[in-house]
Nanobody
Framework: QLQASGGGLVQPGGSLRLSCAASGDTSSNYASGWFRQAPGKEREFVAAIRWSGRSTVYEDSVKGRFTISLDNAKKTVYLQMNSLKPEDTAAYYC???????????????????WGQGTLVTVSS
């Protein structure tokens, strides 16, 4: 199971950190991803990380602003979001899966586990 938290209302240019705690086994070729879904739009990829080797992938519009990281001991993956823009407003979902190759980390169908969304609103 995945439990996401950390969403909220923030002004443009502000920062938020999302957290996603995993309760299952994260030691076997596990990967975590963050996706987001704005009203009326499809769910889209944001960032992903493989727990072994810490390889990361980012969607182009968040590169340099968002950072995905993880804490093995806490079984928690984080999404640090800086320089937030109104277009970042969405429900953010964490996802987990095993044996996802690097080239497939952007594909939401590759993930087996999903947390509930946490809402991020960027507005003045």
């Amino acid at each position: 199971q995945l439990q996401a938290s950390g969403g909220g209302l923030v002004q443009p240019g502000g920062s938020l950190r999302l957290s996603c705690a995993a309760s299952g086994d994260t030691s076997s070729n596990y990967a975590s991803g963050w996706f987001r879904q704005a009203p009326g739009k499809e769910r889209e990829f944001v960032a992903a990380i493989r727990w072994s080797g810490r390889s990361t992938v980012y969607e182009d519009s968040v590169k340099g602003r968002f950072t995905i990281s993880l804490d093995n001991a806490k079984k928690t993956v984080y999404l640090q979001m800086n320089s937030l823009k109104p277009e970042d407003t969405a429900a953010y979902y964490c996802a987990g899966g095993r044996r996802i190759i690097l080239s497939n980390l952007r594909n939401r169908a590759a993930y087996d586990y999903w947390g509930q969304g946490t809402l991020v609103t960027v507005s003045s």
